[in-house]
């Protein structure tokens, strides 16, 4: 009797850890996107993977580079109304890291009405899923993917990004 009770264990162990993974990145990556909304620059650089912040110039010039691109864009009447994260995908082993994609939808308020964009983040951990950062995963990031990830994993498909609607 107790060797089917542990086969069980053995076997279910590894599907309560991988939805426990499902729940940490999802959580993460909100916190990510509400400091975006918030303009909490410096939790979304935190947020971000350490590589793409080092290609960007490191943490300082990226504070800069997002606190200058958000007041113009405030300028020019935009502003975040929400950013929605979906539930992860597949997670993937690439190298020592494990990768996954989670949709994210931005609404933003624009001259012209509400605009929504759809895209991926590509999320990353480096510590066995307990710790994830992301990389918004637009034309320039993706072309970027094999210079950020020499071990990415080609069976994690991204999906070519979307132009925004107009609400």
Same mark, same amino acid.
């Given at each position: 009797?107790?060797?089917?009770?542990?086969?069980?264990?053995?076997?279910?162990?590894?599907?309560?850890?991988? %939805?426990?993974?499902? %729940?940490?990145?999802?959580?993460? %990556?909100?916190?990510?996107?509400?400091?975006?909304?918030?303009?909490?620059?410096?939790?979304v650089i935190a947020g971000t993977y350490p590589k793409a912040v080092d290609i960007a110039g490191g943490k300082e010039k990226l504070l800069s580079m997002m606190t200058a691109g958000m007041s113009q864009m405030r300028s020019q009447g935009f502003s975040f109304q929400k950013v929605t994260i979906g539930s992860p995908g597949k997670f993937y082993k690439a190298g020592t890291e494990i990768h996954c994609l989670l949709p994210e939808t931005i609404v933003m308020k624009t001259s012209r009405g509400l605009m929504a964009a759809k895209s991926n983040l590509l999320a990353i951990s480096n510590d066995k899923g307990k710790n994830w950062t992301f990389i918004d995963l637009n034309e320039r990031a993706i072309s970027s993917i094999k210079t950020l990830f020499p071990n990415f994993n080609k069976n994690l498909v991204i999906p070519a990004p979307t132009l925004p609607v107009m609400l």
């Open positions: 009797m107790i060797k089917p009770f542990k086969l069980l264990l053995i076997l279910l162990l590894p599907v309560s850890l991988f %939805a426990q993974d499902t %729940a940490i990145v999802k959580k993460q %990556a909100n916190g990510v996107a509400k400091a975006l909304m918030n303009s909490d620059f410096k939790r």
